[in-house]
């Protein structure tokens, strides 16, 4: 069962240009994660933000919690061609908190 | 430790064949998952383990597929009978506890022609 939606499901930016991908999910959650796939490093985690935070930053990366709302947005700033990839908003489900991820937003940034 | 490995990378396999992959996880890890991805999806959640205790089965997964965790180490997932629909990439990733991050393998990619 899909916890996580990320929506846009599809994005493209020219470098430079600020990204911003936005996932809802459905129950409750002690954490949530965001990781990034490109064809050349498979699957690699990104942040991992806890329900007790609002707002953790790593590098270019922002992401943001809002659990009342039930969501989360991951902001890339000054995004770089390498930065194209699909990127997926991961939630804990179940009683012993699987990961689940999304379908994903596919972000291409144009040189 | 370099990581999660996965074998093999490539599979390619006649239609009613069974296929096994290996995951090794990164040692001291107890959670261990396997995941199958298709063309433009998300991961989709297969099954988990907890060192060699299997947690949960993914209600999608036929009997066809098993997998198996010895001694809380390396795990096998086992396909028998394939169908052209099991081709897809498959991977493993493995943590620390449930409130951790994961780390991927590279996938095994299996084709059932």
């Known amino acids: 069962s899909q916890q996580g939606e990320e929506d846009p499901q599809a994005l493209s930016i020219q470098e430079g240009e600020n990204a911003t991908m936005n996932c809802s999910y459905k129950?409750?959650?002690?954490?949530l994660q965001w990781y990034r796939q490109n064809s050349g490093r498979g699957l690699v985690h990104l942040i991992l933000?806890?329900?007790?935070?609002r707002e953790k930053h790593s590098g270019r990366l922002r992401v943001t919690l809002d659990t009342s709302k039930k969501s989360s947005s991951l902001l890339i700033t000054a995004s770089r061609a390498a930065d194209t990839a699909s990127y997926f908003c991961v939630t804990p489900s179940g009683g012993y908190n699987k990961l689940i991820f999304g379908a994903g937003t596919r972000l291409a940034v144009h040189p | 430790d370099t990581g999660v490995s996965q074998d093999p990378r490539h599979k390619i396999t006649k239609r009613g064949q069974n296929v096994t992959f290996r995951c090794d996880p990164i040692s001291e890890h107890n959670r261990l998952y396997w995941y199958r991805q298709t063309l433009g999806q998300g991961p989709e959640f297969l099954t988990y383990?907890?060192?060699?205790?299997?947690?949960?089965k993914s209600r999608l997964l036929s009997d066809r597929f098993s997998a198996e965790r010895p001694k809380g180490s390396f795990s096998t997932l086992e396909i028998q009978r394939t169908e052209q629909g099991d081709s897809a990439m498959y991977l493993c990733?493995?943590?620390?506890?449930?409130?951790?991050?994961?780390?991927f393998g590279q996938g095994t990619r299996l084709t059932v022609v």
């Open positions: 933000i806890r329900s007790n935070e």
């Open positions: 129950t409750s959650i002690n954490n």
């Open positions: 990733a493995s943590s620390f506890g449930s409130n951790t991050e994961a780390f």
């Open positions: 383990f907890q060192n060699e205790a299997q947690l949960e």
